[in-house]
Antibody
Framework: EVQLVESGGGLVKPGGSLRLSCAASGFTFSSYSMNWVRQAPGKGLEWVSSISSSSSYIYYADSVKGRFTISRDNAKNSLYLQMNSLRAEDTAVYYC?????????????WGQGTTVTVSS | DIQLTQSPSFLSASVGDRVTITCRASQGISSYLAWYQQKPGKAPKLLIYAASTLQSGVPSRFSGSGSGTEFTLTISSLQPEDFATYYCQQLNSYPGAFGQGTKVEIK
């Protein structure tokens, strides 16, 4: 079964750091571009970051640029999001998602999400 | 950056109704548009990609059309399981912005 499972969410104080992980199974992880998408409570979807299959291309939303770092370990079938200098507005459910076709056709496999709460 | 505007933001409809949701891009994005369905507490589900290609396993009552700056998602006969929030996303260039969403509720 094709599956993505996120972990690492939790409660963190403003200015703190958190590292999210996404474990992939059931498909050849190293062949796909991957993404992080977030959803603040009661709000819509926000694309956060993308990374190509070999990590050659990386993109960030302006709202997280300079604070978040996306990475992947194809040997471990895992995607990561290092989040530093966290702000209250980073509070959201964070989803990892697989690109269907080389980042031009949308995201066809999603994890269940992990919740990040930034609060003092 | 490319902005997407969905209309309406909220839609009340009955089972069996034909429903159309529009997504407008602030600049041309060819056919690089996807549609997603999201139910409360669940991850989004890809319905349509490349503006009009039905994702595998998605019922044929869903269809997409458009290119350039104007796109539509149509549900030909609304079913009880279709009550959800729908989002468009542009994939022409980064950042891959989403529309603000259209919530479809039962009339």
């Amino acid at each position: 079964e094709v599956q993505l499972v996120e972990s690492g969410g939790g409660l963190v104080k403003p200015g703190g750091s958190l590292r999210l992980s996404c474990a992939a199974s059931g498909f050849t992880f190293s062949s796909y571009s991957m993404n992080w998408v977030r959803q603040a409570p009661g709000k819509g979807l926000e694309w956060v970051s993308s990374i190509s299959s070999s990590s050659s291309y990386i993109y960030y939303a302006d709202s997280v640029k300079g604070r978040f770092t996306i990475s992947r370990d194809n040997a471990k079938n895992s995607l990561y999001l290092q989040m530093n200098s966290l702000r209250a507005e980073d509070t959201a459910v964070y989803y990892c998602a697989r690109d269907l076709i080389a980042a031009v056709a949308g995201m066809d496999v999603w994890g269940q999400g992990t919740t990040v709460t930034v609060s003092s | 950056d490319i902005q997407l505007t969905q209309s309406p933001s909220f839609l009340s409809a009955s089972v069996g109704d034909r429903v159309t949701i529009t997504c407008r891009a602030s600049q041309g994005i060819s056919s690089y548009l996807a549609w997603y369905q999201q139910k409360p507490g669940k991850a989004p589900k890809l319905l349509i990609y490349a503006a009009s290609t039905l994702q595998s396993g998605v019922p044929s009552r869903f269809s997409g059309s458009g290119s350039g700056t104007e796109f539509t998602l149509t549900i030909s006969s609304l079913q009880p399981e279709d009550f959800a929030t729908y989002y468009c996303q542009q994939l022409n260039s980064y950042p891959g912005a989403f529309g603000q969403g259209t919530k479809v509720e039962i009339k």
